[in-house]
């Protein structure tokens, strides 16, 4: 597995960090540094500012940059099986965007929120932007675990959550872990259901859901048994991403898997709103899969 590892100086970036020490040591490893310079001249640029002196403190952060990367790749080198270091300039969305596709990686590894050159401007949207645009699968990592056992992986028959459930079936996680596969069953509006009771068709009954869903769900669990997990399944009824976020809390996951939404077109790499949802108000971290 080829990943993508977003660093900077924030204490977020250690949460990815430390999430690449879970996983086995069989990965090239990019990683990489954004030095937002437009932020920058944006923060620092004044009357009492001069060009040279943004330009100064540019170096004195790319600097920087420098000594976090070889910092990060001593501590990882004996997780990978090769590491690269990629110092970049600009937005760093956009940056971590393009050097997934330059250099074709599987995952991007990211904090849940990053800092610029200062801690007084928080890039909260930059893990949001990665999320919706990438051309793989990202991990947002929001937690410190001392060991990554606990998985919630969310499916509803699509080929979106098949492709989760078959990229966690390949994720190099170093030691076994449980496997809590969920899927939750959103009944139709009542609106909805008053308007198909007066048509020829009938209206979907619960029980039937829930044996289909569970079908389904034993048939992904059965796809887990020759991999390092123990796994158990559970259907339920409500709305998706508020089900799924309240189970994470009461199963004490580390770790919620999804699907994002495929779309057509220019539109196919946005997120879905169940994906999106839980992305920004799970407490733990979040592997969107593509």
């Known amino acids: 597995m080829t990943i993508l590892l977003a660093v900077d100086s924030s204490s977020h970036a250690k949460h990815a960090v430390q999430m690449v020490k879970h996983l086995s040591g069989e990965m090239n490893l990019f990683i990489l540094y954004v030095v937002d310079v437009p932020a920058l001249k ?20 790319a600097r920087l940059s420098q000594h976090i990367l070889h910092d990060t790749r001593d501590e ?54 990665v999320a919706t645009y990438a051309p793989c699968s990202v991990l947002v990592c929001k937690e410190d675990y001392p060991a990554l056992d606990r998985i919630l992986l969310a499916v509803d028959g699509s080929e979106a959550s098949s492709a ?22 959103a009944p139709p509006p009542s609106s909805l259901l008053a ?10 009954n619960t029980a039937s859901a829930k044996s289909q869903g569970e079908t389904f ?25 508020q089900v799924i ?22 539109k196919r790499f946005l997120l879905g709103s169940v994906s999106q949802k839980i992305l920004e108000h799970a407490s733990c971290s979040v592997l969107i899969v593509r």
């Open 164 to 185: 989760a459930a078959q990229f966690l079936g390949k994720f190099p996680l170093k030691s076994p872990s449980h496997v809590m596969i969920e899927m939750v069953w």
């Open 42 to 61: 944006h923060a620092y640029l004044s009357s009492a500012c001069s060009e040279s002196d943004v330009e100064s403190y540019r170096k004195e952060i």
């Open 76 to 129: 990882l080198l004996p997780f990978a099986r090769k590491i690269q270091l990629i110092a970049d300039n600009g937005d760093p969305a956009e940056c971590i965007i393009q050097t997934a596709e330059e250099q074709q990686v599987d995952l991007i590894l990211l904090g849940h929120r990053g800092m610029t050159g200062s801690a007084m401007f928080l890039l909260g949207g930059v893990s949001q932007k």
């Open 195 to 204: 308007s198909v009771a007066k048509s020829a068709c009938v209206a979907p």
């Open 217 to 241: 769900l034993h048939k992904v669990a059965m796809g887990f048994q020759h991999n390092p997990y123990t796994v158990n399944y559970e259907w339920k009824c409500g709305d998706p991403p």
């Open 245 to 266: 976020l309240e189970s994470a809390i009461q199963h004490e996951i580390q770790l919620i898997v999804v699907g994002a939404r495929g779309l057509k077109g220019m």
